[in-house]
């Protein structure tokens, strides 16, 4: 997808909506008879990470992963695109993108459902949504989205999330980049798993969700978190405890590898600088935090 069609989005944020009222777990439609909501989504696309220095953490990450690395000049500096498959010849592939947080600290910015006919509908999305903004008391849509690049916009607790025609295609401004050696990592990638959104008020934050992403939930009674399957990927919520900076945000993500010796991987991560973390809650997955401290889970599938 052109960088040039993800600017076009950014046009479809804070249109004036002129829908009837109607529950916030209702389907809305843009014209008798075609439902838009709940979106008709595949998976998680992608994710980015904002780092203070976007060479080390590419250089990281392709030490994990055994995959391809390419670079978009971005803002003065580059921005990378760890690859979580091969890049076919339609650039649909998953994706790490790394970019700079500019004196912001460490943070996962946004995370990507891309979405079905996505051209077409975006317009009659984003008027539906800014009805349920008001409606449901999450404020003004116009400034969730807040004149972010790439159609980037927030949930109720600002939260980044976006959209994007699905599938989502690696952006054509992105080029090889012999940064570091390609395919030597300890991982091969599949895809992503799964992000994981603490939420400061979980009721609001299913209402949210489920207008999103339908009423499919899944509570795990022992956790508190409640999941929503979105193809093959999930999209998870937990409420926060406001405790040591415990904060809404995109806490954690998870990714998809083909099988592996944890011993091994563990002993190599550690090497690399990482932090491995226990994971008795969750056993099949190995989590680690990386250079930066931003929590990651892989999981063999």
């Known amino acids: 997808m052109s960088d040039f069609s993800r600017r076009q989005f950014i046009g479809t944020l804070g249109m004036a909506a002129s829908l009837p009222m109607l529950g916030s777990a209702a389907v809305f439609a843009a014209e008798p008879g075609k439902s838009l909501l709940p979106l008709n989504t595949p998976k998680l696309d992608h994710l980015d990470v904002m780092v203070p220095n976007v060479e080390n953490t590419a250089r990281f990450y392709?030490?994990?992963?055994?995959?391809?690395?390419?670079?978009q000049p971005f803002q003065g500096g580059q921005r990378y695109f760890v690859l979580l498959g091969d890049l076919p010849e339609n650039r649909q592939v998953?994706?790490?993108?790394?970019?700079?947080?500019?004196?912001?600290?460490?943070?996962?910015?946004?995370?990507?459902?891309?979405?079905?006919?996505?051209?077409?509908n975006a317009a009659?999305?984003?008027?539906?949504?800014?009805?349920?903004?008001?409606?449901?008391?999450?404020?003004?849509?116009?400034?969730?989205?807040?004149?972010?690049?790439?159609?980037?916009?927030?949930?109720?607790?600002?939260?980044?999330?976006?959209f994007l025609p699905a599938p989502d295609t690696l952006v054509t401004a992105a080029v090889p980049s012999n940064l570091v050696e390609w395919h030597k990592g300890l991982l091969t990638p599949k895809g992503v798993d799964h992000a994981l959104l603490k939420v400061s008020n979980m009721d609001k934050a299913l209402q949210f969700y489920r207008?999103?992403?339908?009423?499919?939930?899944?509570?795990?009674?022992?956790?508190?978190?409640?999941?929503?399957?979105?193809?093959?990927?999930?999209?998870?919520?937990?409420?926060?405890?406001?405790?040591?900076?415990?904060?809404?945000?995109?806490?954690?993500?998870?990714?998809?590898?083909?099988?592996?010796?944890?011993?091994?991987?563990?002993?190599?991560?550690?090497?690399?600088?990482?932090?491995?973390?226990?994971?008795?809650?969750?056993?099949?997955v190995l989590r680690f935090k990386d250079i930066d401290g931003i929590t990651v889970e892989v999981k063999a599938v």
């Open 124 to 162: 009659a999305i984003t008027q539906q949504l800014t009805q349920i903004y008001e409606r449901a008391g999450f404020g003004d849509f116009a400034s969730a989205g807040r004149g972010r690049v790439g159609g980037i916009f927030s949930d109720p607790d600002g939260i980044e999330l976006q």
């Open 211 to 284: 207008v999103l992403y339908g009423k499919k939930d899944v509570r795990d009674r022992k956790t508190g978190r409640v999941w929503f399957p979105i193809g093959d990927t999930r999209l998870v919520l937990e409420p926060t405890k406001y405790q040591f900076g415990d904060k809404p945000r995109i806490a954690h993500f998870g990714i998809k590898v083909a099988p592996f010796d944890r011993a091994a991987v563990s002993e190599q991560l550690t090497k690399l600088g990482a932090q491995v973390l226990p994971s008795e809650d969750e056993p099949d």
């Open 62 to 71: 392709m030490s994990v992963f055994k995959t391809s690395l390419h670079a």
């Open 94 to 120: 998953g994706y790490i993108a790394v970019g700079d947080s500019r004196g912001r600290g460490t943070y996962i910015g946004h995370f990507c459902t891309s979405v079905f006919n996505y051209r077409e």
